[in-house]
């Protein structure tokens, strides 16, 4: 129990200081382009899927708030929580400056205490970082404990059979290092990751990191410890039936019309609560 509790706490410590470090900068390579197109499948899975008008949305790792504000800017009335401190802060300050309304409080995805209070809730790049099985069970049920009867649950997996480069492909983490440079306006994000350890049973990695950000605030270099647990679809899908939920579709790479060969590196799920 002590061993569980402490590789616990390790997972959540790591996390937390990575995105209090970087969490800001990684969330600014996603373009204007890129957030665009996920506000809009959240919109096109709300008609789709939920059986009344979505209004209240909760977004359980919001980060420094891209969906949320961008959320709130499209009229939804928006709940953002996040375990690292630092990361709700920026998001509270984005508000202010963009002048929108929403809740947002530090918390942790597995310690949820809604009940029917949302018609959408959102866990976008989170399940790969919660601890455990547990952890991961504990959350999708406590997702499904907040939604409203109706109402949607949109989570996503990096997908670890693409075969491209990226860090989550099992390519990559057999390889044992990967390189990765992001360009967007004003900001240039250089990645360079060595496996530190990975545990080919569980399908867990740790990645050594080394980051250089030039943004316009200056340059930064950071070193942190990132952790990776795979899924598959297989999987993700028995963990959002054993969490109660029904009606379960899988979007590939936030494509609404599913291309008939998929290389997707990123499987996004919208699930039901009957
Ligand atoms: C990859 S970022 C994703 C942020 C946002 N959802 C997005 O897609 O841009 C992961 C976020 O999860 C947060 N996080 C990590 N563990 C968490 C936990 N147990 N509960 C809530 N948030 C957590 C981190 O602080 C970080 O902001």
Not at 3 to 27: C, F, I, P, Q
Not at 131 to 151: F, M, Y
């Amino acid at each position: 129990m002590d061993r569980l509790e402490n590789a616990r706490k390790s997972v959540l410590k790591a996390s937390r200081s990575y995105y209090a470090h970087l969490g800001y900068y990684e969330e600014c390579t996603y373009a204007e382009n890129t957030n665009r197109r996920e506000l809009d499948f959240f919109e096109f899975a709300f008609r789709t899927h939920a059986t009344h008008k979505v209004r209240d949305v909760l977004d359980v790792a919001c980060g420094s708030g891209r969906h949320v504000l961008g959320l709130a800017h499209r009229g939804y009335r928006c709940v953002g929580q996040d375990y690292t401190p630092e990361q709700v802060q920026i998001a509270k300050t984005r508000a202010k400056q963009e002048r929108v309304s929403m809740k947002l409080l530090q918390g942790d995805a597995t310690k949820l205490k809604y009940e029917s209070e949302f018609d959408a809730v959102l866990a976008v790049r989170i399940l790969f970082l919660l601890p455990d099985d547990e952890s991961v069970l504990t959350c999708l049920r406590q997702v499904h404990r907040a939604l409203k009867s109706g109402g949607i649950l949109i989570c996503n997996i990096a997908n670890p059979f693409y075969d491209g480069e990226n860090w989550f492909s099992l390519k990559s983490i057999q390889r044992g290092h990967y390189f990765n440079e992001v360009c967007v306006p004003k900001m240039r994000f250089i990645s360079v990751d060595r496996v530190q350890d990975f545990d080919p049973i569980h399908g867990v990695a740790w990645w050594q990191e080394t980051h250089v950000v030039e943004a316009p605030d200056g340059v930064h270099l950071f070193r942190e410890r990132e952790r990776l647990r795979l899924f598959t679809y297989w999987e993700t899908h028995h963990y959002l039936q054993a969490a109660g939920f029904k009606e379960i579709k899988c979007y590939p790479d936030w494509k609404i019309k599913p291309p008939k060969k998929t290389k997707a590196e990123m499987l996004v799920f919208v699930s039901r609560k009957d």
